[in-house]
């Protein structure tokens, strides 16, 4: 098992910076990608962004140039750098870990408001 906490979501105004973090704990070791999902009222869950252990690092289109994922292997945390931020940008987000053999574990979310 793998466990995810999110952290650092909360309200900012359009043109704002938020910065997202994901702290993983169990199995660890049998992770090989995590990366962040979000989901806005009455819509589905949507990607953002990942990075595999491999080097890839993919965005969502509409993300590309704002949004910058990294990790601290240190900590086994994942960060999402979120610039420029928009109203649409607003919706819950969601940490992913994926296990080696396609195993998905996922965190609680945090919420991100951004105002016009």
């Known amino acids: 098992q793998v466990q995810l906490v999110e952290s650092g979501g909360g309200l900012v105004r359009a043109g704002g910076s938020l910065r997202l973090s994901c702290a993983a704990s169990?199995?660890?070791?049998?992770?090989?990608?995590m990366g962040w999902f979000r989901q806005a009222p009455g819509r589905e869950r949507e990607f953002v962004a990942v990075l595999s252990w491999s080097g890839t690092i993919v965005y969502a289109d509409s993300v590309k140039g704002r949004f910058t994922i990294s990790r601290d292997n240190a900590k086994n945390t994942v960060n999402l750098q979120m610039n420029s931020l928009k109203p649409g940008d607003t919706a819950v987000y969601y940490c992913?870990?994926?296990?080696?053999?396609?195993?998905?574990?996922w965190g609680q979310g945090t919420q991100v408001t951004v105002s016009s």
């Open positions: 992913n870990a994926r296990q080696t053999g396609g195993a998905d574990y």
């Open positions: 169990g199995r660890t070791n049998t992770v090989d990608a």
